[in-house]
């Protein structure tokens, strides 16, 4: 999985990247993760990227040029790596991180994790002018319904998601497959040494070395869990 990311922030992103289970996948060559700065690519002279709203209002948005420019640059990016590798360059989708958009779960971290590039455009101010959007933007996606700064974090959230999907990326393979939503679920308590601390004992049934017992247990806790915590994903299977 190849990310390119368009953004105001670089070293939000590539710190973000740079830590435990995503930073080790980069070593590997599991993923790989190119930054633009929008900034560098702007041709205003005091290198500015944003600009007044047409039709008044607060807020300045994001103009078309330093992005356009910036998105040439990573297809230009994209053609080389292909050209190199001796492949034609595939069908690239472009998200742009907005609260406007489709919000991200984990099945759509699933499809995405398919393809083999991706490119994020993270916008800030008040937003980006529509023009160039329809240009290039190909999936509009949101992370929830709450309002932040700016998509880098958004952009963060979603490599991490889809990153883990990745065959090889997580040690143990069972890892990415046995845990909450992924049986439109959540995962049972967990428990490790001692067998009892602060007075609080392991249920007896996790030490009982009865396989099929536990495996019930488990289910159940699950079921119960979901129940307290998460009713809505009990409504969305009988939905289905
Ligand atoms: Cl993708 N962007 C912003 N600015 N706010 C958000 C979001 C995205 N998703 C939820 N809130």
Redesign the pocket.
């Known amino acids: 999985m190849r990310y390119y990311v368009m953004t105001l922030f670089p070293e939000l992103i590539t710190k973000g990247m740079n830590t435990g289970v995503l930073w080790r996948a980069m070593e590997q060559g599991l993923i790989s993760l190119d930054c633009f700065h929008i900034r560098g690519y702007t041709k205003n002279k005091h290198k500015r990227v944003d600009d007044y709203t047409y039709g008044g209002g607060a807020g300045m948005l994001m103009a078309c040029q330093p992005i356009w420019d910036t998105y040439l640059a990573v297809q230009e990016r994209i053609r080389e790596r292909a050209a190199a590798e001796g492949r034609s360059p595939g069908r690239k989708r472009l998200i742009?991180?907005?609260?406007q958009?489709r919000?991200?779960d984990q099945a759509f971290a699933e499809e995405l994790s398919k393809e083999q590039e991706l490119i994020f455009l993270?916008?800030?101010y008040e937003g980006v002018d529509e023009r160039i959007l329809e240009e290039i933007v190909t999936d509009n996606?949101?992370?929830?319904?709450?309002?932040?700064?700016?998509?880098e974090?958004?952009?963060l959230v979603m490599m991490d998601s889809i990153s883990r999907l990745i065959p090889g990326v997580l040690n143990n393979d069972e890892s990415a497959e046995d845990e909450s939503f992924n049986e439109g679920v959540l995962e049972y308590p967990q428990y490790t040494r001692p067998d009892e601390w602060m007075g609080k004992r392991v249920p007896d049934v996790l030490l009982s070395g009865h396989h099929a017992k536990v495996l019930e247990w488990r289910r159940e806790q699950s079921l119960k869990r979901t129940a307290e915590r998460r009713p809505d994903l009990l409504a969305d299977q009988t939905g289905k």
């Not at 742009?96 to 609260?99: E, S």
């Not at 996606?141 to 709450?146: A, L, R």
């Open positions: 742009y991180l907005t609260p958009g919000v991200f993270c916008g800030h996606v949101s992370i929830g319904d709450y309002v932040l700064t700016g998509g974090l958004p952009a």
